[in-house]
Nanobody
Framework: QVQLVESGGGLVQAGGSLRLSCTAS????????GGWFRQAPGKERQFVGF????????NYADSVKGRFTISRDNAKNTVYLQMNSLKPEDTAVYYC?????????????????WGQGTQVTVSS
């Protein structure tokens, strides 16, 4: 079993930066791919990006490519989402997820564990 806890959300002005952290309990997290998703009010959960279990490969949604970076520190059981050049349309609840696979997925239903989410609000 893996439990995930996100932190680092908040209110930021457009053009600013935030770093989200997702800390996991359980040694098995090191063998899991990590994903980030977001959900704005009234919208479906949207893929943001994923990182493989070793951290060697990342994949991003087109809407965040070049602005967001996912990394992980397996010694700390933590996955990070560095968000730069934030836009008002990035406003959402951000969720981290873990998949019992070395490889991530863009589909939320392919993840096995979820955090509770953290709010990110970008003001214009």
């Amino acid at each position: 079993q893996v439990q995930l806890v996100e932190s680092g959300g908040g209110l930021v002005q457009a053009g600013g930066s935030l770093r989200l952290s997702c800390t996991a309990s359980g040694r098995t997290f090191r063998s899991c791919a990590g994903g980030w998703f977001r959900q704005a009010p009234g919208k479906e959960r949207q893929f943001v990006g994923f990182i493989t279990s070793t951290g060697g490969i990342t994949n991003y949604a087109d809407s965040v490519k070049g602005r967001f970076t996912i990394s992980r520190d397996n010694a700390k059981n933590t996955v990070y989402l560095q968000m730069n050049s934030l836009k008002p349309e990035d406003t959402a609840v951000y969720y981290c997820a873990a998949r019992r696979s070395d490889w991530g997925s863009r589909m939320p239903n392919e993840y096995d564990y979820w955090g509770q989410g953290t709010q990110v609000t970008v003001s214009s």
